[in-house]
């Protein structure tokens, strides 16, 4: 019964997209997506890298834009699908650096939707996730541009996905508990309790946390995690690139000392991280096609 009740509510909800059997999915701009409107900025989230893990409304955004600002981040194949003879900006800048360059983004983000183009802020996994998507959005809201904001694969969910490891699994964890390793001026975020984080849940995923691990570990060992738990550093993941590299929480610092740990990476503490024995599935021959 249950089976009947949701593939109801999925075909009325197809029905709305008016999508006939033999469209295809370059048809999906005419299947009444939200109007892109000229003066407007939309802030879309690019995935973790693989092409085909961008959201449909992405797509449809690129399709639609007359410039994509975009960041260091976000894949080659898919900006190849931006609109033939959009304007692409590379807005591109590390973490840790001072946002002085921050502003120059919003500010020019401002003027190209005063200037009445169509903007598209593209942005690696989702914008929301320790990508400045809301300080972007209210610098928009403070001058009156219109913004719509597509969220997206977050590498912390979806590039752990693709090393074989789920953020929850029901026998190891009822909370995840999502951190940057690096604060405005590169250094480990003193707002973050390190102590508190240390044991409030079995998993932790951190962001931009290669540079500053040592420390990070030694201070989560400090507040009481056992120096035993498994770790993974999971590095461009989704792309052909990806690579993952096992540790235990007391022995990783040392390595991203020693610079062996690939970057950009996830890291990952917790026995979520072993479940990659059984659920590697992103294999060589997968690799093999750069949309997936
Ligand atoms: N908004 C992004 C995060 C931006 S911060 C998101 O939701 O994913 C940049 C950090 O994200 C990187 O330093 C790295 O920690 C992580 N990251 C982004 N893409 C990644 C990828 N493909 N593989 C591994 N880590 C990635």
Redesign the pocket.
Known sequence: MGLTMSSGKAASRLAGLALGEDRRFADLDGAGFPDFAPGSVWLV?AG??APGLLTVMGYHALCQADVIVYDA?VSSGILQWARPGAELVYAGK??GKPSAKQIDITVRLVALARDGKRVLRL?????????R?GEECQALAAAGVPYRIVP?????VG?LAYAGIPATHRETNHSVIFL??HDSSGAVPASVDWAAVATASPVIV?????KNLAEIAAKLVAGGRNGADPVAV??????PE?EVVESRLDAVGALADAGQLP?????VIGKVADMRETLDWYRDQLRANPLA
């Not at 951190?206 to 290669?210: K, L």
């Not at 970057?263 to 890291?267: C, D, F, H, K, Y």
Request: glycine fraction near 26%; hydrophobic fraction near 40%.
């Open positions: 989230g973790p890298g981040l590390r973490g942005k690696g996994g989702d914008p929301f996730i320790f990508g998507g997206g694969i977050s590498s912390g590039g940057t390793g951190m962001y931009m946390a290669v999971v590095a461009n993941a989704s792309l990806q970057t950009p990476a996830i890291v």
